[in-house]
């Protein structure tokens, strides 16, 4: 059986840096929380859906104080912003054996259907979840000129 191997100039040059950038058929991956390393620190997921004149959005925020979280409407378009902060700090006594630090800032921005009603929207947080109800903006009805 013939094995079939794919020559890649980059791999030796860089061998991460146009990998983790492009995904599979050369798209940008899509990223839902801050980077660490290899790992995910604050993963974003993001539930919508639709009913009765109105969007409810649910994302995934665990360890995001309420505080660090940002939500912007513009039109049809929302965009949800969060930082965080983390400090970790193993002592033995008066040495310090171990200090992490880490600082991230991550969003997720997407557009609906329909604009939104930003008046009317509404955002609350508890456990970690962000719950976003975004109304629908009354659609104008056509409008016949009269003609004189």
Not at 44 to 59: I, K, L, P
Not at 111 to 138: C, H, M, Q, S, Y
């Amino acid at each position: 059986m013939t094995k079939v191997s794919i020559y890649d100039p980059f791999a030796d040059v860089f061998p991460t840096l146009f990998r983790s950038l492009l995904a599979e058929g050369g798209e940008p991956q899509q990223r839902s929380g801050a980077q660490v390393g290899n790992t995910q620190a604050v993963p974003m997921r993001v539930d919508v859906s639709e009913a009765d004149g109105a969007y409810t959005v649910r994302a995934d925020l665990p360890g995001v104080p309420k505080e660090a979280i940002h939500v912007d409407i513009d039109g049809n378009r929302v965009t949800i912003r969060a930082e965080v902060k983390r400090e970790t700090e193993q002592k033995d006594g008066e040495r310090v054996l171990r200090s992490e630090r880490y600082y991230g800032a991550f969003a997720r921005s997407f557009a609906l259907t329909d604009e939104i009603d930003d008046d009317r929207a509404a955002a609350k947080f508890e456990n970690g979840v962000l719950e976003l109800t975004l109304p629908k903006k009354a659609v104008a009805g056509a409008k016949r000129l009269s003609i004189q």
